[in-house]
């Protein structure tokens, strides 16, 4: 008799993905966990790496090194191209994997609202190269700046706009203000970092709308301060090489970055359930795909709906999201049912810049030094198991002490600077 | 009457350039230097980040960052396709510049000795991209071998070629035996990384040729135990996708890193002046190129004779030359003439793997843990000014202690493994 009572398959390996295994090691199944990619990024510190003050590493790890000691899951780097739910099997673009449970947990990225054409123009942040293709640009642009003549065209490589203002454009819009007022100050001859200009532009009314309305205008306070142009209810009409228009204005720009909307992962179009509008699955509240009892999807690809209202794109989610598959798989497969999923929220907070952030615990919210150390505090705290936590707080206190961000390097393609189309 | 008495543009921001244009802040002359990159690179320690134990961030930094405090000097990312020695002027991909002292420092890269096609499967170590694609291609090689079925591939996908047994050859082959037999050892469930093979081929009948053969002896008994297998006098006929044929004899390796031979930048061409077989020129005992006394050659590009016998392709050489030239410049524009390059050799040293390396210090030679120890000593040293030299002595405590190398991420363009060319 098989020791294991079944084969889980578990596809990607973000946080949900990668809780739902660890939920599982040591456990009486058989665990196969598949990304296309060999690492786990902790992606809410992925525009530090963006923006120079970290280094790929410091946020990602091998997904094989994190599960090494637990025995009964095999990570395997897979492309899966489409799920056979009849049959109960995974496609792969190089063969194919059975499944007694699926759990599916392959996210969501940034969505252009169908202007694809947009994306060579602003890239995304949702990957190591994508945060690479920012810092680059970034970079590139004040070199551009420096070698530049024409004082028009020299302006629009020292202006800088984020699209979208939840957190990660809010992160990204704060960054990019420090590194122009304080890292590079010294580095330039012929311009003046401090001269460059940094939009946030935001489509709704308010920074942080998922937030409380208060926390909205101490961060938009906070983003003014340090020389951020925050412009809210801006629609942007178009993106070009040139810059943006929002509404009726054009802003002349040659870096833009875009954060905001969500377009979830492909695979789940091919489990014939419906989805919402960003293309997530309507899960049942146990967090099955409804008609499919073996299908589990956790993390950004659930539109899971808590009091009418759907709750996804916090890492905390999907964590939390992740164990509970994970145990409910383990009650199925004992003979019980699985209990329905309810999220606990111990709070969101959002860093600005340094020493500058919001907090809501629990209905509790407050802003400044306080919030700022409690994000600092709890960020560590889940690096567990990175590389090397001493490293990461390392490299934070040197850039937020020294204002240097270590990791300024343009690589990759390089034309020369003058030359970007 | 201008401030400065000459303008002097450095044309490469690698050891001899940035150490000529450190010589030359704050003196009496106005200073361009140029680089196609935006950073400096430690080149010493570039294949630290091919094999994953260091960042790239931790061995290179902005040019401009170094030099943001000598006001006299200027640093410009560009690319300059020749040099117009008649009318004293850098041609660029998008300008020109003129100059009256040129210090060209451009180095030199691999060299395919006329099989440019064998570049594709056998990448060299020059850049910070060749090194993540190496380290790409070798974590790769394992994610592939471990989810192919047929023992013969997998074997191939296990073996691992390094081709020149120079420094940067000796230490890739260490470091490719510590990733197998102790990183990766308990990341896997179908294969056991401690079957890889690791083959370092030499055309020469020794490895480290340029020490004395004392210590090549040393040095090829510590790769042998380590596991690494040494083929001296294994000329290269082949390299393809499959592996490559040494004399007669074919190595199955899906993976394979080239560490061999010289290649001059080809800017030295234009200067129309007389060059050696690898097309570097052949300098002056003043390290001025023949016949141009306004054009000055340092670093791996210049090939300098010193009691018969070029020497060129280290660091410290590079960095005396570029200081040397700085010197003379200052020398040439108060009126007065330069001196000749006289090389002081400090002593040379090669690190095989954790606790192993070999030291010829003035004749005094040694191996083994104390020449460990010097190389770490030196290196740290020499790493001033770089990112933090705190947390790059942390992060190789890390890898040395924990034999966990922390960068193991496999980015950019990545298809399933198995489906590698």
Known sequence: MENHRAHVVILGGGFAGLYAAKELGGKPVRVTLLDRRNHHLFQPLLYQVATAALNPADIAIPIRHVL???????????????????????????????????????????????????????????????????????????????????????????????VGAGPTGVELAGAFAEIARRVLRDDFRRIDPRD???????????????????????????????????????????????????????????????????AASPLAKSLGVPLDRSGRVKVNDDLRAPGLPEVWVAGDLAAFEENGKVIAGLAPIAIQQGRHVARSILRVTEGTSPERFTYRDRGTMVTIGRAAAVADVRGVRFGGLAAWLAWLLIHIFFLVGFRNRLLVVGSWAYVYLRNARGSRLITGDVRSPLQRP
């Open 68 to 162: 090494r000691r637990e025995r009964n899951v095999t990570v395997l780097m897979a492309t899966a191209t489409s799920i056979d739910v009849a049959n109960r099997k995974v496609l792969l673009a190089d063969g194919e994997l059975e499944y007694d449970h699926l759990v599916l947990a392959t996210g969501a990225t940034h969505s252009y609202f169908g202007n694809d054409a947009w994306a060579a123009h602003a890239p995304g942040l949702k990957s190591i190269e994508d945060a690479l293709e920012i810092r680059k640009r970034v970079l590139l642009a004040f070199e551009a700046a420096e070698r530049e003549p024409d004082i028009v065209k020299r302006n629009a490589w020292m202006t800088f706009v984020v």
């Open 196 to 262: 460059a200009r940094v939009f946030l532009v935001e489509a709704g009314p308010r920074v942080l709308s998922m937030l409380d309305p208060s926390l909205s205008t101490d961060a938009q306070a906070e983003l003014v301060r340090m020389g951020v142009d925050v412009v809210t209810g801006g629609r942007v009409m178009a993106i070009d090489s040139e810059g943006v228009k929002v509404g009726e204005n054009r802003i002349a720009a040659r870096t833009v970055v875009w954060a905001a909307g969500v």
